[in-house]
Each structure stands twice: as C-alpha cells, then as structure tokens.
C-alpha cells in the first residue's frame, strides 16, 4: 500500500471486564502493533499487570499471531482487541 | 490391594440381578492405561456388532481414571462408554466432579451394567457392599429431586449420586447422566442408554483410599504438574471466568455460533460472557472436581426478574452458545434458566440448544409452523419458544417428540431441505466451535468415532496464539510456522498428537485442561505421576501416545465392525457448503494470506476437496487404507491389537496391505 504521510487512527477495545474499554488512538503512518502497544500500556494497569504471553490480541477479527505479530503494520481505521489469554471451553 | 487402583472391577446384570466383583487385571487396563482405554475394550469384548443401542444387549460402563482419588491435579475424570443411540457407533463422555474418585473409595475402579431391569431400579455401592434398589418412587422425578430423596433416605448428604432425568427415562437421544446435580456426562445420549436400562440412579459412598506405590516421587511429580500448569495465564482467567471467559474472544475471532451456526458472531455477545456473570452478580461460586487446582466450573443463581429462582452449574462456554446465541439471544438470564431445565431434565445442553435453533431456522422459512408446535412460535430468542421447547423435548410431548431424536432424525421427518441446516454428523450435534475456520478442528471433528466435537481432540495448539501452543506445534511439526489454522499443511500431525495425548489424558483421568489446553502436563509429566503411582515404569513418554494411540485405533475399530468406513469421516452440510461471513471488512482484507502465508490456500474450508486432503494425509498417517479408511493388519498388530485384527479380518473389514 502507498504509504503517506498522513497519521491514521486505531481503535483499541481493551477487554480488561466485560465490555470492552475503547480508545481511539491517532499513530504516526506506518505504525506497528508493538507502537500501538508501547503507547497504552502505561495508561492501564491490565496492560501493566500483564505480559505479552499473557494477552490475546485480536486485528480486524485476526489474532496478530497469525498476521506478522507485534511487527503487523496498522492502517487507518483497523480496530485491535486485547484479551487477556484464555483457554478451554 | 494394588497401587492406584481400588483394585475391583464390579459387574451387574439387571436382566438376572446377578451383582458379581471380580478382582481387576492390572496389566490388561494399563495397557490401555484406563478408564476410556480400558472402557473401550470392555465395549469390544461385551458389545456384539449389530447391537441396539437401547436394548439389553448394550452395556454401560463407568470407568475411573487411573489417578482418579490421589493428589494428581485434575485427576477428577471418569469415562461412561457404551454404544451410542444417537450415532448406532462407539461413543465416551468424560465427567468431571468426585462420583469417580467416590467409586475407588467404595472399592471399586469400573462399574459394567448389562442387561435391563424388568422394573425401574437404582443401584447403591457402600463400602464394598453393593445393592439393587427399587425405584419406582423415584421414577418420574427430575435430577434434583432423585439426588435429595437418594440422599435422605440414606440420611447421608456426602452420598454421591450419578442419575438421570426424565429425558434418560423417555429415550432423549442427547439425555445425560447427571453427577452430583452439576457434573454432565452428556454427549451421544448415555443417558438415554441409562433409562433404557430402567436403572434411574447410582448411587456411591466410600470410605477407602487410594495409595500409590512411590510416594515421594508422586509427590515431587504433582508438584511439577502443579507448577507447571500455572505457568499459562489462562489458568488464572479460567478460575476467575470459567470457560464462558472465551465468548467475547471467539465472537471478534467471528467464528462463535451464532443463529444456528449461520453466523460466528452475535451483538453483544459481553452479556453471555464469563466476566458478565461475575460483574452482574449471578455467580455465586466457583468450583473445582476432585483434585483440580483451576476450578472452572461455575454455580450461578437469578435473584430477581422473571426467572428468579433459576440456579445451577455453569452455563458453560458450550451451553452459551448453544442455548443463546444459536438460539439468537444474549439473554443470560433465559440462558441461565435453559440451563437449568437441560440440567434437572438430563440433557446435554449442546444437543438441546441444536435441536431448538433448527427447529427455529425452520419456522423462519416456514417448513415449520404453529401447527406443528401446539401454537408455540419460534422466532431466534423467544423465550417462550426456547423454554417451551426443551420442556416438551423432555417429556417427548407434542413437537418435542420429533425434536428428541436429534436433528438428523428430525430433518429426515421433516425433509424439505431442512437436512442442510441439521449441523450434525454421524448424527451428532456438532458442539460449538466454529469448524470453517479451524482447519485442524474441522479434520478432528471429521474423524471423532463419537461425531463432531471438541472433547475427543482439542487441538487449541494450532491457533498459536500462546507460547505453550507454538512450541508444542513446533516439537510435532519441527516448524512453529505449523501453528497457523487456516492452512493444510501438518494438521494431520497435529491432530494425530492431539489424539493420543487427549486419549492418554482422558485414561489416566485428567482434564485435557490440564494437558492440551493448558499445556503445562505433558505427556513427560503424565508418564512420571502413573509411574510413580502403579510402581509400573514402562510409561516414558513415547508409551504413554502409544497407548493413546492403541485406545484410539480400538474405538476407530468398533466403528468398522458396526459398518463405518471413510464416508462416515465427514462434517455437517453447512460447514462444508456455505461461507461464513468474515469477523469484519478490513478482517478479509488483511487475509492470512495477505500476511505473508502462502500456505493459507483459503480463508475458510469451503469444500469437500480441502476436507479430503486433510483425510488423505491423517488415513496414511495412521497406517490405515486412505480410499476405504479401513485399517490395517500390520497397524493394529504394531499396536498390539492383533486379536482386533483377526476378528475384523474374520467379518472382512481389514484394508489390503
């Protein structure tokens, strides 16, 4: 994709209790995951509790495991979900 | 008395009323390690081919788990096996709770009923001593009033209490056989097989223990298993959120079944949700089965509203989406009280909610009218239709008397299409788990002896969303890259490990959280606790998965003598036909494959091809013919099967070499 200089905005649903805490966060252009990341983390005591193998996060529906990880660039309009890990059912 | 074992095993024919204890062949068990294993050999050897499900002629086994009544962590499991009525193949449920670690503690690691009484009755193992009650009182009643009036008549509120309701007494093909009031052996319809049986309960007290042969060095192994399965945060999330924790996750993952599996994802799906539940106020407790160290289990109760009152075990992840999302509602409350009446009648809740949410795709297109339902209309979330349904399904009155077979039975009585929303197979109601976009999963569910579901092979591993996951991935691939689920490549691998592992967990009689969701008990581990508790020390590792191995070749075995082949091996119309919608727009645009995953050939498993390439590789994988699915001589003789061997050879059901 064409990159641009234009910053792009990403929505964060932090699932720290049922529903989700949402942020909408403005990123430089060409931001990744771990940016987004390194920019909450210390705003929220769930994000500062936690390690990465401890949470699930989830892009457009995708768990970034299975796109690129902490490396999966962001575009403008993505929404990115963050679960603490969880199993079994 | 030997290590681990109570060391009998109890026979009881209710045809003659002969109640016989024989001592237990230690060696025979262990080699299929116990409880599923050992159960599923009892079934090979007392089952003839050809057998009603629901006739004399069929048996009912309870087996405990080998560790089942020491310290192992989760060692609370008993298997109950017989031949299934709603599939006519081999069928095991797994229950948790302490009526297994109860039977050792009576004297006794399996309990084998045959025959059928002429009368109902109850059965009551006391120490040792066992009995064969009249329950004609008891006939009738539900889950709870046939616990409380077995537990007051023996003036003992520590009696644990195995029973059905009236849907095991009416034939339900997905009745359950209640343990304790909360514990469900659910799936296939047990419990229908239990009523057919006119046996209404079980009912256990002990006052024996258990010992192991090397103490200290089972100690120091528990130990281990303990600190290693609290290394993964979900052990945390699950005390904390039971199993329902996982809705939210797998509704923005866009694969929770929703509307009858036409949809993976339903608004508000938080209100059905683990954290819901605590944060609303309905769980009341958390519980743990005998041994467990995660306690998943949730007891939840209404205060007010319309189904004030309601309480119960759970609703678990299952029942959510099965009760409420299939069923087009995010009600807790109604789900809450679903739950209840699936628990008090006796019905597996995943079966229930499936019966119910097609039965409601029906009225939507009209095949089903309020002719057919006694003037119950049943639009997606009508609490009405729900409730009114299950109770009806219960009593096989009106409509429910069609709906009690299952969906396959019922979409064969309806026809007109209604076949391709039936989501079953082998005439199983897939449980809740969205197989479009798993693709290991779907491969799993394909070849499940009891049908389509997650409690034969959970194979969460491939997802790689969590270290333990990517690295188990990588030690049966050799590449962590495998743990990627919308790809071919290695699922038959990954799902043959799953396999043995959830085999070997299920004999010993763990909880497969404690091993192929959690990770933390490997297969290392598992080998160390058996040994230093029979005193036995042929199970390293490689022994353990081949014993799981020899248990699952042996259930593939009893499907072959009752006629499966490959054509059997095969998932539900709808998952195999129509696409499901992706979890958003920018989702399907940033594809898997769009990621950099050349292998991820498609987004979702859309057609029998993908489906048959997976069974290609699993069949050759096993050993056995890939064409007909049949196995081998040399397979099962590898497996020390070889008497399997001869007698499917005997009846023509052995693949050429």
């Given at each position: 994709m064409e990159q641009t200089n234009r910053s792009i905005t990403v929505s964060l649903k932090l699932f720290?209790?049922?529903?989700p805490e949402r942020i909408s966060l403005t990123l430089q252009p060409g931001a990744r995951v771990r940016d987004l990341m390194a920019k909450v983390e210390g705003s929220s005591l769930f994000l500062k509790e936690l390690g990465q193998d401890d949470l699930l996060l989830i892009l457009n529906g995708r768990p970034v495991q299975n796109l690129q990880g902490y490396d999966t660039p962001l575009e403008d309009g993505d929404v990115l979900a963050v679960f603490p890990v969880m199993a079994g059912g | 008395m030997p290590f681990a074992f109570a060391g009998k095993m109890l026979h009881v024919n209710l045809t003659t009323g002969e109640i016989a204890p024989k001592p237990l062949d230690e060696e025979k068990v262990l080699k299929y390690l116990g409880a599923r294993g050992f159960n599923a050999r009892l079934l090979w050897e007392l089952i003839p081919s050809g057998?009603?499900?629901?006739?004399?002629?069929n048996v009912l086994i309870f087996g405990t788990g080998t560790?089942?009544?020491?310290?192992?962590?989760?060692?609370g499991r008993t298997t109950v096996s017989c031949k299934?009525?709603?599939?006519?193949l081999y069928l095991k449920t797994s229950v948790g709770g302490h009526w297994g670690a109860e039977l050792k503690f009576a004297g006794y690691d399996y309990l084998v009923i045959e025959g059928r009484a002429a009368k109902p009755v109850y059965l009551l193992i006391r120490d040792g001593a066992v009995e064969i009650r009249d329950a004609a009182d008891l006939w009738g009643k539900d889950v709870r009033e046939t616990t409380r009036s077995i537990e007051h008549a023996l003036g003992d509120p520590d009696v644990q209490v195995a029973c059905i309701g009236p849907a095991g007494e009416n034939r339900v093909l997905f009745a359950s056989i209640m343990m304790n009031y909360y514990n469900a052996a659910a799936r296939g319809g047990v419990g229908a097989v239990m009523g057919s049986k006119n046996l209404k309960a079980v009912a256990v007290r002990g006052h024996g223990r258990i010992t192991v042969a090397r103490p200290q060095e089972f100690r120091r192994a528990v130990l281990d298993a303990v600190e290693a399965s609290y290394q993964d945060f979900s052990a945390k999330t699950s005390y904390l959120y039971?199993?329902?924790?996982?809705v939210a996750v797998i509704n923005e993952l866009g694969s929770f079944p929703s509307f009858n599996f036409r949809s993976g994802r339903i608004d508000n799906a938080e209100k059905i949700s683990g954290p819901f539940l605590v944060e609303a106020g309905y769980l009341k407790r958390r519980m743990g089965c005998n041994?467990?160290?995660?306690?998943c289990h949730r007891y939840c109760e209404i205060?007010?509203?319309?189904?004030?009152?309601a309480y119960g075990g759970g609703p678990e992840y299952e029942t959510m989406s099965a009760l409420g999302a299939g069923c087009g509602t995010v009600d807790v409350e109604l789900v809450i009280k679903a739950n209840e009446l699936c628990n008090i009648y006796g019905m597996d809740t995943i079966s229930a909610g499936s019966v119910v949410q097609w039965a409601m795709e029906g009225y939507e297109k009209g095949i089903i009218t309020e002719k057919d339902t006694g003037?119950?209309?049943?639009?997606?979330?009508?609490p009405e239709a729900i409730l009114g349904l299950l109770e009806q399904v219960a009593r096989c009155r009106g409509f429910g008397a069609t709906l009690a077979g299952g969906v396959r039975r019922a979409a064969k009585s309806i026809g007109r299409g209604s076949e391709e929303w039936a989501v079953e197979a082998k005439g199983l109601e897939q449980s809740r788990v969205e197989t479009r976009t798993a693709f290991g999963y779907a491969l799993a569910f394909a070849v499940n002896p009891r049908g389509?579901?997650?409690?034969?092979?959970?194979?969460?591993?491939?997802?790689?969303?969590?270290p333990g996951g990517r690295a188990l991935v990588a030690k049966i691939?050799?590449?962590?890259?495998?743990?990627?689920?919308?790809?071919?490549?290695?699922r038959a691998d990954i799902v043959r490990w799953h396999e043995d592992c959830y085999a070997a967990t299920d004999a010993v009689g763990l909880c497969s959280f404690a091993t192929t969701?959690?990770?933390?008990?490997?297969p290392e581990l598992l080998a160390r606790m058996l040994s230093a508790a029979?005193?036995?020390?042929?199970?390293?590792s490689e022994g353990l998965l081949l014993a799981g191995r020899r248990i699952m070749n042996l259930e593939k075995a009893f499907n072959v003598r009752e006629?499966?082949?490959?054509?059997?091996d095969h998932l539900p119309y709808r998952l195999m036909n129509e696409i499901l919608a992706p979890p958003s727009a920018k989702g399907d645009e940033r594809s898997a494959a769009a990621?950099?995953?050349?292998?991820?050939?498609?987004?979702?498993?859309?057609?029998q091809a993908y489906l048959d390439r997976m069974l290609d590789e699993y069949y050759e994988l096993h050993g056995w013919?890939?064409?007909?699915g049949l196995q081998r001589c040399k397979t099962l003789g590898d497996l020390d099967l070889g008497d399997v061997a001869a007698e499917l050879d005997r009846m023509g059901k052995l693949a050429k070499e």
């Amino acid at each position: 994709m064409e990159q641009t200089n234009r910053s792009i905005t990403v929505s964060l649903k932090l699932f720290n209790r049922a529903f989700p805490e949402r942020i909408s966060l403005t990123l430089q252009p060409g931001a990744r995951v771990r940016d987004l990341m390194a920019k909450v983390e210390g705003s929220s005591l769930f994000l500062k509790e936690l390690g990465q193998d401890d949470l699930l996060l989830i892009l457009n529906g995708r768990p970034v495991q299975n796109l690129q990880g902490y490396d999966t660039p962001l575009e403008d309009g993505d929404v990115l979900a963050v679960f603490p890990v969880m199993a079994g059912g | 008395m030997p290590f681990a074992f109570a060391g009998k095993m109890l026979h009881v024919n209710l045809t003659t009323g002969e109640i016989a204890p024989k001592p237990l062949d230690e060696e025979k068990v262990l080699k299929y390690l116990g409880a599923r294993g050992f159960n599923a050999r009892l079934l090979w050897e007392l089952i003839p081919s050809g057998a009603d499900p629901l006739g004399p002629e069929n048996v009912l086994i309870f087996g405990t788990g080998t560790l089942t009544g020491t310290s192992a962590p989760t060692s609370g499991r008993t298997t109950v096996s017989c031949k299934g009525p709603a599939t006519g193949l081999y069928l095991k449920t797994s229950v948790g709770g302490h009526w297994g670690a109860e039977l050792k503690f009576a004297g006794y690691d399996y309990l084998v009923i045959e025959g059928r009484a002429a009368k109902p009755v109850y059965l009551l193992i006391r120490d040792g001593a066992v009995e064969i009650r009249d329950a004609a009182d008891l006939w009738g009643k539900d889950v709870r009033e046939t616990t409380r009036s077995i537990e007051h008549a023996l003036g003992d509120p520590d009696v644990q209490v195995a029973c059905i309701g009236p849907a095991g007494e009416n034939r339900v093909l997905f009745a359950s056989i209640m343990m304790n009031y909360y514990n469900a052996a659910a799936r296939g319809g047990v419990g229908a097989v239990m009523g057919s049986k006119n046996l209404k309960a079980v009912a256990v007290r002990g006052h024996g223990r258990i010992t192991v042969a090397r103490p200290q060095e089972f100690r120091r192994a528990v130990l281990d298993a303990v600190e290693a399965s609290y290394q993964d945060f979900s052990a945390k999330t699950s005390y904390l959120y039971g199993t329902s924790a996982s809705v939210a996750v797998i509704n923005e993952l866009g694969s929770f079944p929703s509307f009858n599996f036409r949809s993976g994802r339903i608004d508000n799906a938080e209100k059905i949700s683990g954290p819901f539940l605590v944060e609303a106020g309905y769980l009341k407790r958390r519980m743990g089965c005998n041994a467990c160290i995660f306690s998943c289990h949730r007891y939840c109760e209404i205060d007010s509203g319309p189904h004030v009152g309601a309480y119960g075990g759970g609703p678990e992840y299952e029942t959510m989406s099965a009760l409420g999302a299939g069923c087009g509602t995010v009600d807790v409350e109604l789900v809450i009280k679903a739950n209840e009446l699936c628990n008090i009648y006796g019905m597996d809740t995943i079966s229930a909610g499936s019966v119910v949410q097609w039965a409601m795709e029906g009225y939507e297109k009209g095949i089903i009218t309020e002719k057919d339902t006694g003037g119950i209309k049943l639009q997606w979330g009508n609490p009405e239709a729900i409730l009114g349904l299950l109770e009806q399904v219960a009593r096989c009155r009106g409509f429910g008397a069609t709906l009690a077979g299952g969906v396959r039975r019922a979409a064969k009585s309806i026809g007109r299409g209604s076949e391709e929303w039936a989501v079953e197979a082998k005439g199983l109601e897939q449980s809740r788990v969205e197989t479009r976009t798993a693709f290991g999963y779907a491969l799993a569910f394909a070849v499940n002896p009891r049908g389509p579901d997650h409690l034969h092979t959970q194979v969460l591993a491939e997802f790689g969303t969590r270290p333990g996951g990517r690295a188990l991935v990588a030690k049966i691939t050799g590449d962590e890259k495998y743990a990627f689920p919308r790809t071919l490549e290695k699922r038959a691998d990954i799902v043959r490990w799953h396999e043995d592992c959830y085999a070997a967990t299920d004999a010993v009689g763990l909880c497969s959280f404690a091993t192929t969701a959690r990770y933390g008990v490997t297969p290392e581990l598992l080998a160390r606790m058996l040994s230093a508790a029979t005193g036995v020390d042929f199970f390293e590792s490689e022994g353990l998965l081949l014993a799981g191995r020899r248990i699952m070749n042996l259930e593939k075995a009893f499907n072959v003598r009752e006629g499966a082949t490959r054509k059997d091996d095969h998932l539900p119309y709808r998952l195999m036909n129509e696409i499901l919608a992706p979890p958003s727009a920018k989702g399907d645009e940033r594809s898997a494959a769009a990621a950099g995953r050349p292998d991820a050939v498609k987004e979702q498993i859309d057609s029998q091809a993908y489906l048959d390439r997976m069974l290609d590789e699993y069949y050759e994988l096993h050993g056995w013919d890939k064409n007909t699915g049949l196995q081998r001589c040399k397979t099962l003789g590898d497996l020390d099967l070889g008497d399997v061997a001869a007698e499917l050879d005997r009846m023509g059901k052995l693949a050429k070499e």
